[in-house]
């Protein structure tokens, strides 16, 4: 019998599809098994309408068979079948697809059914695993069955054949194994029982094999090896039933089964977009602890996506942000515009509709958990918290309206953690900033000398303990109108215009005096002055400019930091201590023991702020001189 040539392809076209277009060789078998569901799609449709189709939808079935002496692997089903024309229309034009025909044939939109396979080039994929394929094919109501077989890009033959009832067997003789690959993978049982369960699980029709198992004999203690028809798939997505049927422990089931974790997530979020852009169902989980590697280069976000129940990319980051890549879960959608290998989305408009309402979706749910159950959302801001400020801070505060009120941080009002709308919403009329202090940890923060006199004015400081805190504020800038104040700038906030004008006088007066100690720091301070606002506490530092003094602890922590940056820091000293009238003493008396009060004075300010000595050993000895 003569071979035809593929009509449209040549030899390089095709091995640039098998080897090029499909990542990974496992794919084949999704796509033979999904072709296989179209046709039994296509018949059940026309069973809709025509009484001579007598199938009924129980009677539909995909199976798959093994044969490893031969390194034979078939995958057959009892759908539409294909005539000899069809065979030579489908599968003798590489890229032609009979699915997409068929979907735009329907007029009957209220019939309408999914088609998975709309692309044409999956069956091809066979080729990739196989130096031989054959399908035998028997159209539904025709008496002749035909046979197409081919081994490659050289060409098909297609010839009569016998076959007993309508459908379609394909049969793949396995490659022999090589270094780089074991093709003999694909004959074993467990192999196939895995890449059904991860790639074809929702097929809506059962996928059959015979199994192997051990069975101990009757009346004796010998055991014998027996073959059971096995169902693979478990043909109904659990996204797709009715919510109202599907349990909290079925959700957590599917979670922790799905995604390997060992804990249930602590927050399931469902939705369903229809009538949209595009119509998608979505189920995500957010998990009740991070994976160990959450916070590496090498955690991969992303979520799974399926068209019609197949999975298609196990990990799609474009569906999901990075301040929301915590969340796990899934996104089936039949409206999306696949690519020919149906591993890639196109860059189309309906991938980027049901990102982005996806994000405004989680960023609901989240702050609908924050709202209705605040004792394991506080739980779940301790886990991801961070990223959320990180969400805030990145893209130059691009998400900061979506994100804001999700925040918490400690504060001076409880122990507990609060959100900036709560704050706000205590703020006495007086007050006009959101005032923050920024260290190392609560209890370092609660002994600072101005948040003792922030507190005792009545204001509230919110404790910002981790790196990315200030910065996020900052980018932030305000909210609801309040600016955001570091209480290590703007402690004076809290003196009357009277007493400002008392205090500038003062300093005024004592410029030559604070000019003197300036002189004695050298450049660890830009400034030496009074200030009205620090309570008990003899002196303290303060900010001045844009850097801050915990921000210079995270840059100065940072790779290629190697020379440091440097806060502005100013040495403010309390007017109404005593250790202010010793100092104006000292400067008239004995400027050596002011150097040394000096320098004393600001080594304490620094341990009170949470920084470090410039220089233990001198402040050692001048305490030990001064005692």
Known sequence: MAKKQFKTESKRILDLMVNSIYTHKEIFLRELISNSSDAIDKLYFRSLTDSSVTLTRDDYEIRIGLDKDNRILTVSDNGCGMNAEELEKNLGTIARSGSLDFKSSIEDKDNEIDIIGQFGVGFYSAFMVSDRVSVVSKAYGDDTANEWVSTGADGYTVHPCEKESAGTVVTLHIKEDTDDVKYSEFLDEWKIRELVRKYSDYVRYPIKMLVSHSRKKEDSNEYETVMEDETLNSMIPIWKRDPSEVTDEEYASFYTEKYYDFEKPIKVIRQKAEGTAAEYIALLFVPSHAPYDYYSKEYEKGLQLYSSGVMIMDKCKDLIPDHFSFVRGLVDSSDLSLNISREMLQED?????????????????????????????????????????????????????????????????????????????????????????????????????????????????????????????????????????????????????????????????????????????????????????????????????????????????????????????????????????????????????????????????????????????EFNDLISKLM
Not at 471 to 485: G, T, V, W
Not at 602 to 616: E, F, Q
């Open 349 to 617: 408009r309906q991938l980027k509709v049901i990102a982005k309402a996806l994000e405004k979706k989680i960023a609901n749910e989240l702050q609908k958990f924050l709202n209705e159950d605040r004792e394991n959302y506080e739980k779940f801001f301790k886990v991801f918290g961070t990223q959320l400020k990180y969400g805030v801070y990145s893209d130059y505060g691009i998400h900061k309206d979506l994100l804001q009120d999700l925040l918490m941080f400690s504060s001076s009002f409880e122990d507990n953690l609060t959100t900036l709308k709560e704050y706000v919403s205590r703020m006495p009329e007086s007050q006009k900033k959101i005032y923050y202090a920024s260290g190392e940890s609560v209890d370092q923060l609660k002994l600072l000398p101005q948040v003792e006199a922030m507190k005792n004015h009545g204001y509230e400081v919110l404790f910002l303990t981790e790196d990315i805190d200030e910065f996020a504020l900052q980018i932030m800038r305000n909210y609801q109108e309040k600016e955001f104040a570091n209480v290590s700038e703007n402690s004076d906030d809290l003196s009357s215009d009277e007493e400002k004008k008392a205090l500038e006088e003062e300093n005024s007066k004592c410029a030559d005096l604070f000019q003197f100690m300036k002189d004695t720091l050298s450049d660890a301070v830009t400034q030496v002055r009074f200030t009205n606002n620090l309570g008990s506490h003899a002196a303290s530092l303060a900010n001045e400019g844009p850097l801050s003094m915990g921000m210079e602890k995270v840059l100065n922590r940072m790779p290629g930091m190697e020379e440091g940056v440097k806060a502005q820091l100013v040495l403010e000293i309390n007017k109404d201590h005593a250790v202010a009238d010793k100092l104006k003493e000292l400067y008239g008396s004995d400027q050596v023991k002011l150097a040394d009060y000096t320098k004393l004075l600001y080594g304490s300010a620094r341990l009170v702020s949470g920084l470090s000595l410039d220089n233990p050993t």
